[in-house]
Structure formats: C-alpha cells, structure tokens
C-alpha cells in the first residue's frame, strides 16, 4: 500500500493553456474521487468514478474540465482554455468499495496556479 | 442538500492542553457519517476520527474524540494533551449513508499549537 499518488505536486500556467493532472489511486481502490480545494475552503466535490464508469459530475465541473478512468486504475483530470479562477489544489481521493466502507484515502494534491 | 458549518476560522492551544473544534451540519437524512479530518501544512489529509449517525455512543481515538448531538446536529472534536504535531487545518465532513461516498466538508478550523 503506498498510498494515493498525485503527478504533478505543482504547474504553473498562462491563462488559456490546457493543463492534465493524474492521480494513482491505491491499488485495486474501485472507487475513485476528484475535490478541488481553494484558498482558505473546504475541498469540495468535482467527480466520482466506480471503475471506469464516472457516475456524477459536480456542476462545478464545467465544460472545460473533463476526467477519465480509463481502466478503472489511473485517472485523468483535464482542464482546457485555464482561467485564473481555475487557481486551486486538486485534491484525488481512492477507496475500496463495499458495503461499511466509509473511509477515502486522500493523495498529496496538485497544486494549479494560472497566470 | 447538506452543509456543513466550522464558525472557528482558527484555534490556539498551549502544548498539552485541550481545544475543541465546532462543527454544526443541516441535513434531513436520519443516517449518515461524520468525518474529522486533519491537513497539515502541505501534506496530506488524513482522517482523524469518524461518527455514524446510528450509534448514540461517541467515536474515540487516542487523544481525540468527539461529542456527537444529533438532536442539536452538532458534532465537536475534542483533542486533549495538546502536541505540536497536532497543528493543522481541521475539516468536519458529512456524507450520506445511501452514497457512494461524496464527501461535504466545512471551511476547516487552523489549529495552532504553542510551546
């Protein structure tokens, strides 16, 4: 178990770049989820996979975000045309599914600031 | 839909002493989990102690635990003997018992720790 894994820890970039981030869930974790963290907040909620099927989207997801879970392992997190209010720590969190089963394992973040 | 209150943007505590964090929740659900979560400065959040609604008796973990109203829907983390590595932001979360797993998370409490 080597925990939740995120790549990159930090990008820097200009407004109207794409930016990807990853997250490597802990291994064979079915469930899978996405928060995104602002200065001073709570994380809140973007997106949650089981496998590979993402099962809901946040209205904070907007068209120029988009995630994937291609193989029920990795996932994606992609954000088109960046705007400065899109400057935040994203937040992967994985759990194993089952019933009882409450507890997410958070990785270390990344961290976007958009100039 | 739920939400979830910290009104204590940030605590202060004396090296073994005790502090208790706020936390208040609105939701019409009879059975959900309550989540203390810690953050330290750039590394990980890691869950500190959970509550299910059902169970009338408070969570304990170590030096921490927690008072648990569901009448008042008021669920307050107690940390006693205070140390050092105990500095951090503190988030309270709520997550419905028929999910799969969305997290809810208050605005945080950023405990500091003095010598």
């Known amino acids: 178990d080597t925990g939740v894994s995120q790549d990159p820890r930090h990008k820097i970039t200009k407004r109207g770049q794409n930016v990807t981030f990853r997250c490597d869930p802990i291994s064979e974790h079915n469930r899978l989820y996405w928060y995104r963290q602002t200065l001073g907040q709570g994380p809140e909620f973007l997106t949650y996979f089981q496998n590979e099927a993402q099962l809901e989207k946040s209205r904070l997801l907007s068209d120029r975000f988009s995630a994937e879970r291609p193989k029920g392992s990795f996932s994606t997190l992609e954000i088109q045309r960046t705007e400065q209010g899109d400057s935040a720590m994203y937040l992967c969190?994985?759990?194993?599914?089952?019933?009882?089963?409450?507890?997410?394992?958070f990785g270390p973040g990344t961290r976007l600031t958009v100039t | 839909a739920q939400t979830v209150t910290q009104s204590q943007p940030e605590m202060s505590v004396q090296e073994a002493e005790t502090v208790t964090l706020s936390c208040t929740y609105d939701?019409?659900?009879?059975?959900?989990?309550l989540f203390w979560y810690k953050q330290p400065p750039s590394r990980q959040m890691i869950l500190v102690i959970r509550?299910?609604?059902?169970?009338?008796q408070n969570a304990t973990e170590n030096r921490f635990s927690v008072n648990f109203q569901k009448a008042a829907k008021s669920f307050s983390l107690k940390i006693s003997d205070s140390q050092l590595g105990d500095a951090a932001m503190y988030f309270c979360a709520y997550r419905s018992r028929d999910s799969w797993g969305k997290l809810q998370f208050g605005a945080g409490t950023q405990v500091v720790v003095t010598p």
């Open positions: 939701t019409s659900e009879s059975d959900y989990y």
């Open positions: 509550q299910e609604a059902y169970k009338q």
């Open positions: 969190a994985s759990s194993p599914g089952g019933a009882g089963v409450v507890e997410q394992y």
